[in-house]
């Protein structure tokens, strides 16, 4: 049962995570580091900078080490060989982040790409940013889904203690009940040791009297 109630819940996040999907990719012409170029950019609601910083290092570790370019606020991959894009050919890749969106742009050498002289490799350019698009959502989800299924433990956590606590109530009543029996039957016990006691008291009251006129008759029989 507890299995099953955590399966159907990472179902239900699943479900309900693929609604949030970002929007498609846009090519604009946005100023940077050389200049005004051709870009690729990619909106990410809800979505912090440094998250996405982080994702697109993750997403192009494969492709080239990273660098940073804090003057022009970009983040710089020189010679990386992107297959689906552009061949075996290096590209130098740029990157600016910022307002919760992601712009990229490709310098094959020859120039940025862009669907007027490069239209095969902007296609492959806005597909690969897609996908990154879509990785970010899925590690948002993944995070949103651990958290989910933290605060599920935490709930069955939960109900196991409140279980436990119903078995130590259960004694307690059980143990309550023999004390209560134990003390019916000593009440019934008490009685009769009540109705001796009173027997005991008239028995010794006639004792006293006996003893007491045999005291007051020493010495009258002469």
Known sequence: MKNFTLLTFI?????LSGTGLSGQVAQAKKQMSLGIQNGFSISLPDTEDKFIEKQWKKFTKDYGKTKENKK?????????VIKTINGENAMDIYTAIENNSITV?????????????NPKEAKSAEEFIQEFAYEVQ????RIELDNEKDQLKKYEKNLEKLKRDLDGYNKDIEVAKDKIKKAEMNIVQNGKDQEKAQIDIKTQMKTVELVQKKLSEIGKSK
Do not use: H, Q, W
Not at 138 to 141: D, F, L, N, P, S
């Open 72 to 80: 022009a606020d970009e983040i710089f991959i020189e010679g990386a």
């Open 11 to 15: 179902a239900c996040i699943s479900i």
């Open 105 to 117: 742009f490709f310098d094959n050498k020859n120039g940025f790409i862009n669907s007027t002289d």
């Open 138 to 141: 899925r590690e948002k989800t």
